[in-house]
Each structure stands twice: as C-alpha cells, then as structure tokens.
C-alpha cells in the first residue's frame, strides 16, 4: 500500500513558477514509477510526465515539454514536479500517481493516487 500527499499548489501570474511536491508513505516507493496528471474543471484527467524507478528514464506531454521538469528523491520517497513559464492553461487540480507496471502515461495503469493540490494561473 502506498499513500501519496501532494503539496506546492496555489495562485501564481501567468509566467511564473511553481514547484509541486509529492509524499510517499512505505517503504517500497522506490519501485514505482511516478506519474503527474492534471485534470481541469469540466475536462478529463489528462497526462503531465512520468519518471522511472531510478530517474532515468522520463516522458512528458507535449504541452509542457520544456516548461516543466519531473524529478524524483527516492531517499526522501518525493517526487516533484517543477513547472516554469506557467499559462492560464496550465490551472487544474494536479495529481500524483504510482505505477507498479514501469513508466507509462496511461492512467489507468496506475495503482495508486494523491488527493490533489489546485493550481491557478492567472492572466
């Protein structure tokens, strides 16, 4: 069993940044891959980035590619997800996960999830 806590949303102006957190309970967490997902009001839950066990092998969705970095600290069971050049497009409620199947964007591939942390961008 894996509980996961996100955390580091908020209101931020279009182009700034922010840095979400994500805890891990247990003692396994560096055998999951980790997933980012967000999901906008009246939208489906769409797919950020992914990382790997080791951090070595990571994905994102194009429409963060180069704006947004994944990154995990298996010694500290968190994983992050810094987001730079934020847009209004951007606002969702955002969501970890924990893949016991490897890396993969597909949602329902994940085992496990966080209950959220919002974030807002403004214009």
């Known amino acids: 069993q894996v509980q996961l806590v996100e955390s580091g949303g908020g209101l931020v102006q279009a182009g700034g940044s922010l840095r979400l957190s994500c805890a891990a309970s247990?003692?396994?967490?560096?055998?999951?891959?980790m997933g980012w997902f967000r999901q906008a009001p009246g939208k489906e839950r769409e797919f950020v980035a992914t990382?790997?066990?080791?951090?070595?092998?990571?994905t994102y969705a194009d429409s963060v590619k180069g704006r947004f970095t994944i990154s995990r600290d298996n010694a500290k069971n968190t994983v992050y997800l810094q987001m730079n050049s934020l847009k209004p497009e951007d606002t969702a409620v955002y969501y970890c996960?924990?893949?016991?199947?490897?890396?993969?964007?597909?949602?329902?591939?994940?085992?496990?999830w966080g209950q959220g942390t919002q974030v807002t961008v403004s214009s």
């Open positions: 996960a924990a893949s016991a199947r490897g890396i993969t964007i597909v949602p329902s591939w994940y085992d496990y």
């Open positions: 990382i790997n066990w080791s951090g070595g092998s990571i």
């Open positions: 247990g003692r396994t967490f560096s055998s999951y891959a």
